[in-house]
């Protein structure tokens, strides 16, 4: 099961790398009053940034395979739970522009039900507490505002 944690993020990235050219070369892709010199609004520096969010993922993911470990485990679950975080994003981005952000689709559709049952059936199993489940959401907020701040300020 947690090989498809890697399965949903490279369905997610694909569909950002994919999308991202055609969205940032339409009119009004971004609403005024975001600045837009940062690397958010490079199609390109985001396609170098979407290979790099799911390669680094995917290479903790082919380690806690091959070598299982607590701690990779709690790793992966990370993963899920930035995933699930982003899956949030999407929707208030989608909201804000009034219509399609690259990744919405599959942050809605895959990563939100697959990320909230993956966490609870971890809780559940007891992979982990639920106090560190919500530690790692919380850890996911924090890393994905973060890479936002530095994506959006360039």
């Known amino acids: 099961m947690l090989a498809l944690i890697g399965v949903t993020l490279v369905l997610h990235c ?3 790398y994919l999308t991202f050219p055609t969205f940032f070369s339409s009119p009004n892709a971004i ?8 690397l958010l609004y490079n199609a390109n520096h985001m396609r170098v940034a979407l290979v ?6 995917l290479g903790v993911l082919a380690w806690a395979i091959l070598r299982p470990r607590h701690w990779l ?13 982003n899956a949030g994003w999407h929707v208030v981005a989608a909201l804000v522009r009034g219509g399609y952000v690259p990744g919405v689709i599959t942050a809605v559709v895959i990563n939100l039900p697959f990320g909230v049952y993956v966490l609870r059936r971890a809780v559940r ?3 982990i507490r639920p106090r560190t489940a919500w ?7 924090v890393l994905h505002v973060a890479a936002l701040g530095t994506l959006l300020a360039g």
Not at 31 to 38: D, E, S, Y
Not at 52 to 57: D, G, T
Not at 73 to 85: F, G, K, Y
């Open 14 to 16: 694909a569909e950002e």
């Open 135 to 141: 530690r790692l959401i919380a850890i996911a907020l």
């Open 52 to 57: 790099m969010a799911a390669v680094l993922p």
């Open 125 to 127: 199993e007891r992979w």
């Open 31 to 38: 609403p005024q009053w975001l600045h837009a010199h940062g």
């Open 73 to 85: 485990l709690v790793a992966l679950l990370l993963v899920d739970a930035v995933l699930l975080v």
